[in-house]
């Protein structure tokens, strides 16, 4: 059986004005790879890229929609609304001409570690380099980017390689019930 085959590769990204500094990511899985060096525009929603449209065009788009703490009392995780970001951000930055994606990690909770998982490109749409950077990165490209302009260097070294093989693993555990019985 074939299957993609994808590799993260070499990844950074940097603030480089008005301060430098170092940022914590992960290239999203499937991400295509690019160096884009620009300025962010910081939006709290996959909805307000639509809302701003060609004002971010050219752009480092940062998706900083925190993610709800975990609700106890209604076993809610809200997971299933914040994920779209990652899903979808890429291509809906896109779509209005942005350059590349840095999304908030999915995570309520966070020490300076990057939570990642796949995207989706949309069919017809540019494919530009897409992150995950931590929470506390997110919000620190935030309060940059409410004091002035901010550039952000962005390396992601990912690539998609030709189709390659894969199998299951098949074996056989034997248990103190059923020793015989095997699949």
Not at 41 to 54: K, N, Q, Y
Not at 64 to 85: A, C, K, L, S, W
Request: charged residues 25%; glycine residues 10%; proline residues 5%.
């Amino acid at each position: 059986m074939m299957v993609p085959h994808w590799v993260r590769g070499a990844e950074r990204a940097r603030v480089v004005a008005p301060i430098e500094r170092d940022l914590v990511l992960l290239g999203l899985g499937g991400t295509v790879g690019g160096k884009v060096r620009g300025e962010i525009a910081v939006v709290d929603s996959l909805a307000e890229i639509a809302t701003r449209g060609a004002e971010l065009r050219g752009k480092i788009v940062v998706i900083n929609q925190p993610m709800p703490r975990f609700d106890h009392e209604r076993h809610e995780t809200h997971y299933g609304d914040t994920v779209r970001i990652r899903g979808s951000g890429a291509s809906e930055a896109a779509k209005v001409g942005a350059t590349a994606v840095l999304v908030r990690s999915v995570t309520a909770n966070s020490l300076r570690s990057p939570h990642t998982g796949a995207l989706r490109y949309e069919d017809g749409v540019k494919k530009i380099p897409a992150a995950a950077v931590t929470l506390e990165d997110a919000e620190l490209l935030a309060r940059l980017a409410r004091r002035g302009k901010t550039t952000v260097e962005l390396s992601l070294g990912a690539k998609t390689l030709p189709d390659s093989p894969s199998a299951n693993a098949i074996a056989e555990l034997r248990g103190a019930s059923c020793p015989t019985r095997s699949w």
